[in-house]
């Protein structure tokens, strides 16, 4: 059966993705440049599930002054394209790499959507969301879009797709999590500021899972970085643990292991596959500079060595 999946992306950028060996305040910071790629996190998980053979749909906002870019991305790839343009220009990350692999982002503003935008956008969504197996619905919010409104309109989405996969942070994190969708990525730092304080342990992560749950929020897995992912769901915990790899650079390791998560979801395989699968796909993410999977063989490779333990 041929499973449809859609992505949606709010706020997209150009990422300007840079390495320096240290960043100094105040002064000139020399920059080798990795590459300028349309992306955003929706986007993002929309090209590791093409690579994954999957047929994906996209949707969200672009400006229309600096389109071509996201245009051209989505002919090339095959990606049926449902964005709204907007008047003004989508914005540009700048995320640099720091030796240590501490990344530092720099994002810049870009186009407003205005109330009559958005309500075109509710409205023309919600007519085609409803055919899609599951919706991805990832990044933040553009700053003219209230989190009440989203809040709202993620309600009005779970009514006719009940199977979405929701990954933000801060205020649209807050916002997103009203409509109790089904499953649920934070890392470790956004969990912390949802919680409202650190999560030093494992297990303080796990609690903090549950209390997730208890929100109606079927499944939460969380990313930790190089301590691998956890995911927390009604049959338990498990613990994923990647193989060590030169890491080029984190960014878009989060949106891969959302990408990974979808198709094993989305092929009905148990939650230990689709957690080795997507800690394999956020792995083979850091080891490049930009999102994708190009060897499937390197990806079985990753897979293979991935640590999975249950978590008690």
């Not at 990606?79 to 709204?84: D, P, S, T």
Request: hydrophobic share 45%; proline share 4%.
């Amino acid at each position: 059966m041929n499973r449809r999946v859609a992505t949606i992306t709010l706020n997209p950028a150009y990422d300007l993705v840079g390495h320096c060996p240290s960043i100094t305040l105040g002064d000139v910071n020399l920059v080798r440049t990795a590459g300028l790629h349309p992306a955003g996190k929706g986007i993002n998980v929309a090209k590791v599930l093409k690579d994954l053979g999957m047929d994906v749909t996209v949707g969200g906002f672009l400006g229309r002054d600096n389109q071509d870019g996201f245009q051209q991305l989505f002919s090339e790839l095959g990606i049926a394209n449902r964005f709204q343009v907007v008047p003004g220009r989508t914005r540009i990350n700048v995320k640099l790499t720091e030796a240590n692999n501490e990344v530092t982002d720099f994002n810049f503003s870009g186009f407003q959507v205005d109330k009559a935008d958005w309500q075109r956008f509710t409205n023309d969504s919600l007519s085609w969301l409803g055919q899609f197996d599951m919706v991805a619905v990832s990044g933040s919010l553009p700053s003219s879009v209230e989190p009440d409104e989203f809040s709202e309109w993620m309600r009005q989405l779970r009514a006719v797709c009940p199977c979405i996969i929701f990954d933000s942070s801060r205020e649209a994190f807050s916002a997103g999590l009203k409509a109790s969708p089904w499953l649920v990525k934070p890392n470790r730092r956004e969990l912390e500021i949802w919680m409202g304080h650190p999560l030093p342990t494992l297990e303080d992560v796990v609690y903090a899972a549950h209390a997730l749950r208890e929100s109606g929020i079927a499944h939460v897995v969380i990313s930790l970085g190089i301590e691998g992912a956890i995911w927390v769901n009604a049959s338990g915990a498990w613990l994923a643990k990647p193989p060590s790899c030169d890491v080029v650079s984190t960014v878009g390791a989060g949106d891969s292991m959302v990408g990974g998560l979808i198709y094993g979801l989305l092929m009905r395989e148990s939650s230990e596959h689709t957690l080795r699968l997507a800690t394999a796909v956020a792995a083979l993410a850091v080891s490049q500079s930009n999102v994708g999977i190009k060897d499937r063989m390197q990806l079985a490779s990753m897979m293979a060595q991935v640590e999975l333990t249950p978590f008690s």
